[in-house]
């Protein structure tokens, strides 16, 4: 899952948002360092992963795109099924995509002072072309897949793949849906014993 879901799974607390959030960049035991609160998100972050990586529907995603994309296939599947999200995302909350999007930058921004110097970084790109509402649309997408494209220095031309997301579009939605219902679950039963 990509930054949508992983803002999305963390519940309300912003402490846990922002820990989630920048977990990928956090090493071992390194997340003993932060909060608390912090270090949940972390661990939730991580057992996502986990529980992504390893589920056969996910799998059935990323196989479909791996011979052509390789090791980023997974990359594209996470941003794809982020897509899913937030295209439906009345489904899923009853507060705006947009208002989420804005409190979360907020709370990066009240937060400054924990985040990583990754976070840090990419920051000001996130908030200045809005990702969070950018995946809802496949424009959006299209500029999100060019940039992870700039940032792999272009070794699978990953924005090309926004055409196997229109010839299967279908079933990709219906696997993000199938997926993500229980990873929900997953999700609320972690959160429950941190």
Not at 43 to 70: C, N, Q, V, W
Not at 130 to 143: D, I, K
Not at 154 to 164: A, G, K, P
Request: charged share 25%; with cysteine; aromatic share 14%.
């Amino acid at each position: 899952m990509n930054f949508l879901a992983h803002i999305y799974l963390s519940g309300d607390n912003q402490l846990i948002q922002i820990g989630n959030f920048m977990a990928d960049g956090i090493r071992g035991n390194d997340y003993l360092n932060y909060p608390d609160e912090i270090q949940k998100g972390i661990i939730l972050h991580r057992a996502i992963d986990t529980f992504t990586d390893a589920h056969p529907i996910f799998r059935k995603s990323k196989h479909r795109l791996h011979e052509k994309y390789g090791h980023y296939s997974g990359v594209i599947i996470d941003i794809f099924y982020d897509h899913f999200l937030a295209k439906n995302w009345e489904k899923y909350s009853d507060e705006s995509l947009e208002k989420i999007a804005t409190d979360f930058y907020e709370n990066l921004s009240s937060n400054y002072a924990i985040l990583t110097d990754r976070t840090k970084g990419m920051m000001p790109y996130m908030i200045a072309r809005n990702w969070l509402v950018s995946y809802a649309s496949l424009e959006g997408l299209s500029m999100i897949m060019f940039q992870m494209d700039h940032r792999t220095k272009n070794r699978v031309d990953m924005h090309l793949s926004i055409n196997e997301l229109k010839e299967f579009y279908t079933e990709f939605e219906e696997e993000f849906t199938a997926f993500f219902e229980e990873l929900q679950i997953h999700c609320q039963d972690k959160l429950a014993t941190l």
